[in-house]
């Protein structure tokens, strides 16, 4: 949680089951510090479920660029949408744990 003491702030993370408004409230964030802040903040949103099918070497770049770029344009609001994508599935875990056993 953030206080108005907080002024060291490097990030936030938003968890929370699918569906419950995460990233709708990010994207209100957003629109609404471009609009406060006369585009005074650098936003970037990485819609994770693209990543998905690259190679680890464009993820990483893509990743190392969209950092680079924050760190440049402090301030910066960037949104990793539905990060859970790049997770394994429950059943791809569940396989992946009953292979191990056997091995």
Request: with cysteine; charged share 25%.
């Amino acid at each position: 949680m953030i206080t108005k003491n907080d002024t060291d702030c490097d990030g936030i993370l938003m968890t929370g089951v699918k569906g419950v408004g995460k990233s709708s409230i990010c994207l209100n964030l957003m629109d609404r510090l471009s609009k406060d802040l006369q585009k005074l903040v650098y936003v970037r949103i990485i819609t994770c479920e693209s990543l998905v099918s690259k190679s680890i070497s464009a993820y990483s770049e893509i990743l190392e660029d969209t950092f680079l770029a924050a760190s440049l344009k402090a301030p910066s609001l960037i949104i990793f949408d539905n990060l859970d994508s790049l997770l394994p599935s429950e059943n791809q875990v569940r396989k992946s744990s009953f292979i191990s056993k056997e091995c």
